[in-house]
C-alpha cells in the first residue's frame, strides 16, 4: 500500500454523464497531482494541488475541474463525458510544492465510458 | 522545451541477459531525472532517480550530459522486472513522462 488511496477502483458510465474520483495524499503530503494514462496518449498531468490551492495546470480539458478540501483530499469531476474520456486516472501525492523526491502514486481508477 | 524520448515501446530479453532501457531527455539546465515502473497498469512506482545514485532491484542509471541520456540497466533481466518503465523528467510542478518502454523478460 502507497497510502495513497483513490477511489472508486473501477466505474462504468455512459456518455453525457458526469463522474467524480476521489484521492487520500499519503499522510503528510500537501501536494496531490491528477495525471490520465490512456493507451494512445500515455501519462498526461491534468493538475496539482498544493494545500487547498491549485498550483499547476496541464492538459486538463475544460470539462473536467478538481479541487482540494481542507483535509486535503481532492476530487476530480469528470462531466459530459465522451468515449474518448476512457482511461486510467492516477493520483500522486508529494510533501513538496514541486518534484523534489519524486511522487508517490495510487493505485488508478480506471473509467470506462460507454 | 522539455521532452523526455523513449524510443522504444517494446523490449524483450531473454531471462538472464542484459537489458538497457533507453531514456533521452531536453532539457535546459541542469536536470533531475526519474525512473518508474509499473506492473500489469498497476500504480507506478518509483524505481530510482540520478541524484540518489541508488540501485533499485539490480537496477542502474547514469545520468550522461553529453549525450543527454539517462538509460537503465540491469546485467541480468529477471522474470518478474517484465513490467511497463517510465524515464520522467521533473520541472517546477510536475513530471514529464516519456510515452514508456514495455519489457518483456522470456523465460
Known amino acids: 500500500d502507497s497510502g495513497v488511496t483513490q477511489t472508486p477502483k473501477h466505474l462504468i458510465t455512459a456518455t453525457g454523464q458526469r463522474v467524480t474520483l476521489r484521492c487520500s495524499p499519503r499522510?503528510?503530503?500537501?501536494?496531490v497531482y491528477w495525471y490520465q494514462q490512456s493507451l494512445d496518449q500515455g501519462l498526461q498531468f491534468l493538475i496539482q494541488?498544493?494545500?487547498?490551492?491549485?498550483?499547476a495546470k496541464g492538459n486538463i480539458l475544460e470539462r473536467f475541474s478538481a479541487q482540494q478540501f481542507p483535509d486535503l483530499h481532492s476530487e476530480l469531476n469528470l462531466s459530459s463525458l465522451e468515449l474518448g474520456d476512457s482511461a486510467l486516472y492516477f493520483c500522486?501525492?508529494?510533501?513538496?510544492?514541486?518534484?523534489?523526491?519524486?511522487?508517490?502514486f495510487g493505485s488508478g481508477t480506471r473509467l470506462t465510458v460507454v | 522545451a522539455q521532452r523526455v524520448t523513449q524510443p522504444e515501446k517494446l523490449l524483450s530479453v531473454f531471462k538472464g541477459a542484459p537489458v538497457e532501457l533507453k531514456c533521452n531527455y531536453s532539457?535546459?539546465?541542469?536536470?533531475?531525472l526519474f525512473w518508474y515502473v509499473q506492473y500489469s497498469r498497476q500504480r507506478l512506482q518509483l524505481l530510482l532517480r540520478h541524484i540518489s545514485r541508488e540501485s533499485i532491484k539490480g537496477f542502474t542509471a547514469d545520468l550522461n550530459k553529453g549525450e543527454t541520456s539517462f538509460h537503465l540497466k540491469k546485467p541480468f533481466a529477471q522474470e518478474e522486472d517484465s513490467a511497463m518503465y517510465y524515464c520522467?523528467?521533473?520541472?517546477?510542478?510536475?513530471?514529464?513522462f516519456g510515452t514508456g518502454t514495455s519489457l518483456t523478460v522470456i523465460p
Open positions: 494541488y498544493y494545500n487547498g490551492e491549485e498550483r
Open positions: 500522486a501525492s508529494s510533501v513538496t510544492v514541486d518534484t523534489r523526491g519524486g511522487y508517490t
Open positions: 532539457y535546459s539546465g541542469s536536470p533531475e
Open positions: 499522510s503528510g503530503d500537501l501536494s
Open positions: 520522467a523528467l521533473p520541472t517546477g510542478n510536475q513530471f514529464y
